[in-house]
C-alpha cells in the first residue's frame, strides 16, 4: 500500500493500528528486509549458575530446609520461593527431587478456613463490615499435618539425614475457634475434644456468636 503511494496514516486506518507502529515497521523493514521482531535475550536470571549451585548444596545440608529459608540464607537478597523452585528443579536430572518427609516440625499450626473469599466476592465494600469471619485452628504440641518436603536423592529414603525422629503418639493438641467482624472479634473458645456439630451448636453458636450478632444489630453469619 505505502509502494503505490497510500500515506502512512490511511495505511493505519485501513488495518486498524496506530501511524506509529506503521512507520517503525517501515523503518525496520529498511534496515533488516523484514517487519518479524529480532532476537531479543529476554528478561535477565535473577540467580548467577554459582547462585543455583550453592542452593543444591545448601538443601543437601539441611534435607528439611524449605525454599523460602533457604532464598534468604543462599542469596541474602528478595527472591520469591518460587525462583528458589525452580533452580532446585533443574537438578532433578542429577537424581534431587522433593518429597513429603517423615515427620514434620513441631510447634506449628493447621487452619482450616470456615469461610472462604469466593463466598464474599458478591457483596460490597460496604457491606464486608457485617459480615462474621470466622476461623477454626488446631495446634499441635509436636508436629503439623505432615506437610513438611524433604530434598532427597535417589536411594536416600531411608538415609538419617532424610529421616526425622518424632514423638510416636504426639504430645496432644489443641482447638480454638474465634471470628472476627469489622472492628471487633469474638472471645476465643477453646474446645476440648472433638468438635461435633452438636456440640459446635451448644459450644459455639448459642454461648458465643448468637450474643455477638446481637449486640451488632446487623451482623451477618455466612454458611460455611
Known sequence: ML???ATHDHVAQTLGCHRVTVSRLVQRYRQTGQT??????????????????????LHLRNRFLTVTSSAALALGRRVIRHTVTRRLRAFWHQGLQTVPGTAADPGTSTETTGVGTAKVR??????????????RADFSCTRNDGRARVYRRT?????ACCVQEVVPYGMGSVMVWGGICGEQKTPLVIVNGNLTARRYIDDILRPTVLPFLRNRQQGILLPA
Open 3 to 5: 509502494e503505490m503511494g
Open 36 to 57: 518479524t521482531d529480532r532476537p531479543r535475550t529476554g528478561r535477565p536470571r535473577v540467580t548467577t549458575p554459582r547462585e543455583d549451585r550453592y542452593l543444591r548444596t
Open 122 to 135: 458478591r457483596w460490597q465494600r460496604r457491606q464486608w463490615q457485617r459480615v462474621l469471619f470466622r476461623r
Open 155 to 159: 536411594g536416600e529414603r531411608q538415609a
